[in-house]
């Protein structure tokens, strides 16, 4: 069974940068969509960012043109880089299937945003 982690959370000041890293494990890495969920305090969790099979990206528009997914199948990683980060990017991130898959999601890393 497939298991994913994520990592490269911390604190960052208004205007910076992080790369989180989602590591799968366990049996095969096989997806079609993947996405990057956060889920700010108080609020629900949303998809903000999905990369499918064929290298098709969508970004929820609060991130468009700041935060790029990837994916680097050899090594069964998913990425999301950001950049010019905001307050209101402060959340816990996670990696699931688009749609996610319950069994699937992992702790999730905490980004904060804040001077």
């Known amino acids: 069974q497939v298991q994913l982690v994520e990592s490269g959370g911390g604190l960052v000041q208004p205007g910076g940068s992080l790369r989180l890293s989602c590591a799968a494990s366990?049996?095969?890495?096989?997806?079609?969509?993947m996405g990057w969920y956060r889920q700010a305090p108080g609020k629900q969790r949303e998809l903000v960012a999905r990369i499918t099979i064929g290298d098709s990206t969508n970004y929820a528009d609060s991130v468009k043109g700041r935060f790029t997914i990837s994916v680097d199948s050899a090594k069964s990683r998913v990425y999301l880089q950001m950049n010019s980060l905001k307050p209101e990017d402060t959340a816990v991130y996670y990696c699931?299937?688009?749609?996610?898959?319950?069994?699937?999601w992992g702790p999730g890393t905490q980004v904060t945003v804040s001077s």
């Open positions: 366990g049996s095969r890495f096989d997806f079609l969509v």
């Open positions: 699931n299937h688009d749609p996610p898959r319950s069994e699937y």
